[in-house]
C-alpha cells in the first residue's frame, strides 16, 4: 500500500540532527509514522498520496520534546510541602503517597500527560514507585493513560525495599519486599515492553534511590535489567543529604556506590546527579551514563546545581526533565529549556558561557532521546526517524519581534503550540488535546486529588 503522505512547509526549521543544521523557510515529508524527507524552501514536486498539506507559514518546527525523568502519581499532590528541602519533602509526603490507588493514578498519569503533551511533548516518562499493597494495577493504569493520548512512553517501573526500620528514609508500610519488586518489574517488562524500533511503550527497570533502595535490589534490578535487555534508571546525587547517608551507610559517595552494585553504564541513567565531582562526572562519561537533568525540581528543594556543560564537554548523554509535579509545580517541559539554560548560568564556573539556546534545544529533544536509548528513532528531524514534532507559533506578541526562532523559543515565554504530532499521527492543535478532553481531566484530577488527601487524613 502506498504511504500517506503529510506535508508541511513554509516553516523556519531547527532539525538538531548532528550539524544543527537549520533552514529559514523549509519543509518536511511524513510517510506514515516516518520523516521522508526534510529541507530547504519548497516540498520536492509530485509528491504521491499527499492527505494532507499545511502552510506553517510563521512556525518553528522542532523534534517533539522528550521527558527523562518525572513521578505522574505527584500530579495529585501538588502545592504540599512547599518550603523544605528533598528529605523533609519525602518525609512529609510518603504517608499521603502510600494511599494511592489505581484510580488515582490513572489520573494523576492523564494530568501529567496532557500538561506534558499539550506542551510540545511528544515522548513521556514515569518513574513509578509507590506501590501499595492492594492497589490494583498501578502500571497498566499508567501505560493505559499514555496510549489513548497517543503519547510515545517509557515506563520506569520503580520500586522501594529500605523503609524505616533498615535505615532507609520512607515508612514501613510504603515499600515492598525485595523479592516482590523484582518480580513485579520482570513481569511489567514482559507484558508492556516494546523493542521495536516505533515502540509506542517502553519499560525500564528502576529502583528509586540509594537512601530507599536495599543494595540487593540495586544489584539483583541491574541483573534483571540486563537479562532482559532493557534500560536502567534510579536517581543520584540528588542533594548533600543524600552524599552524607552514601559515606555514612556505604563508606563511599553514590557515584562509587552506583558503580559496586552494577549502576553506571550505557543502559542507565540517572535522575539529578547535582553532586558530582570531575572524576565521577569521568565515570559517567566513560561508561556512557546518561543524566536527566531537572532543574526547576532542584532549585525547588534547594538541591544545587548540576555541572551540565562540564558533562556535555566530557561527553556524558544529557536529557530534560520534568520530574514529579510535587517539586515542580508547573508540570510543562518547554519551560525548562529556559530554566535549564538560566540556572546553568548561575553556576559561578560556567557564567554566561554555560549553555546557549542551541544546546538547551539540544538537551530537550536530542538528548533526551540519547539517555532513553532512542536515538535512532527520535530527537532529531532527520530522514527515516519517527514523524515526532512540534509546530511553534513563533509570530504573535510573545516572540514576533525576535529575528532568531530558536533564540525567541528557549529565551521567550513559552511559545504556543499550533500542532504536535507523534508517530505521524496529530495529537495537538492549538494547545488543545485531540485525542482527550482536558476540562474532563482537570475536574478528575481535582476530585482525586481531594479523595487522596481525605484518605491520608484519615477521614
Ligand atoms: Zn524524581
Redesign the pocket.
Known sequence: MAASRIVIENCAIATVDANDTEYASGYIVVADNKIESVGAGKAPEGLENVVRRIDATGHLVTPGLVNT???FYQWITRGLATDHNLFNWLVALYPTWARIDEPMARAAAQGSLAMMARGGVTTAMD?HYVFPQGSGDLSGAIIGAARDMGVRFTLARGSMDRSEKDGGLPPDFAVETLDGALAATAETVKKHHDASFDAMTQVAVAPC?PFSVSTELLKQGAELARSLGVRMHT?GS?TVEEEKFCHELFGMGPTDYFESTGWLGEDVWM??CVHMNDSDIAAFARTKTGV?H?PS?NARLAAGIARVPDMLKAGVPVGL?V??TA?NESGELHTELRNALLINRLNAEHREAALNARQALRLGTFGGAQVLGRASQIGSLEAGKLADFVLWKMDTLAHSSIADPVTALVFGAAAPVSASFVNGKQIVENNRLLTVDEDAIARDTRAEAQRLARIAAGA
Do not use: K, M, R
Request: glycine share 12%; with cysteine; aromatic share 0%.
Open positions: 525523568h518525572h513521578h518513574h534511590s536517581h540528588e535522575a539529578h536527566a531537572c525540581s526533565g520530574d514529579g517539586s
